[in-house]
């Protein structure tokens, strides 16, 4: 079974501070997609990034930053430096390869984060 | 990146109506779109999934005649929620995925019944 847990439920920061979002996965599929998606107070979900199973390498993308840990199952994402324009619903997502002519999206409970100036 | 588009935005309806929410892929063909819907602080569920000219496959516990769900074409795909009571209020969103593991996400619709 494929499962996504965000154990932290809501992290509130003041401004300029690093903050990092926790996320662990479950499959028994050896390729597979992870994601982490924002979803501001307007509810667009807005796509932050895509990584391959078989590509450990962190990416760092202006002040986020992840951190793919296959040994652990965990896709780390760290926002350095954080704004208040950052609060909001972050989402990690699974899904496997291939999945019959579907791309199920597996979506963990999310993490509010709440930055205050 | 590719464009989607849902309508209405927001919907408030009586008990008992049925509410249309339509999902259009504005730049791109969509093989395949996702219907999620998501209650207040919880993420999103998926309830169905359809391709383009067959019947779409709905997730365990979503009745289907309840949410029907119609992919006419590669560019559009309808929700329609029959006899809406105040339970079905939630927030519904639609993707659209043309390549494999590539979904775009719709704005989302926010439906309220009274």
């Known amino acids: 079974a494929q499962k996504v847990t965000q154990a932290q439920t809501e992290i509130s920061v003041v401004e300029k501070e690093d903050v990092t979002l926790d996320c662990v996965y479950e499959t028994r599929d050896t390729t597979y997609y992870l994601f982490w998606y924002k979803q501001p107070p307007s509810g667009e979900l807005v796509f932050l990034i895509r990584?391959?199973?078989?590509?450990?390498q962190n990416e760092i993308s202006g002040r986020y930053s992840w951190n793919f840990q296959k040994s652990t199952s965990s896709f780390n994402f760290t926002i350095t430096a954080s704004q208040v324009v950052d609060s909001a619903v972050y989402f990690c997502a699974l899904t496997p390869l291939p999945f019959a002519n579907t791309d199920k999206l597996i979506f963990g409970t999310g993490t509010r984060l709440q930055v205050f100036p | 990146g590719a464009v989607v588009s849902q309508h209405p935005s927001r919907v408030i309806c009586k008990s008992g109506t049925s509410v249309k929410i339509e999902c259009r892929s504005l730049d791109f063909q969509a093989t395949t779109m996702f219907w999620y819907r998501q209650f207040p602080k919880q993420s999103l569920m998926l309830m169905a999934t359809?391709?383009?000219?067959?019947?779409?496959?709905?997730e365990q516990g979503v009745e289907k005649d309840k949410f029907l769900i119609n992919h006419a074409s590669l560019t559009l795909s309808t929700l329609t929620v029959t006899s809406a009571h105040p339970e079905d209020s939630s927030f519904y969103i639609c993707s659209a995925s043309g390549t494999r593991n590539e979904q775009f996400f719709g704005p989302g619709t926010r439906l309220t019944v009274l």
């Open positions: 990584r391959n199973s078989f590509d450990e």
């Open positions: 359809s391709n383009e000219g067959s019947k779409a496959t709905y």
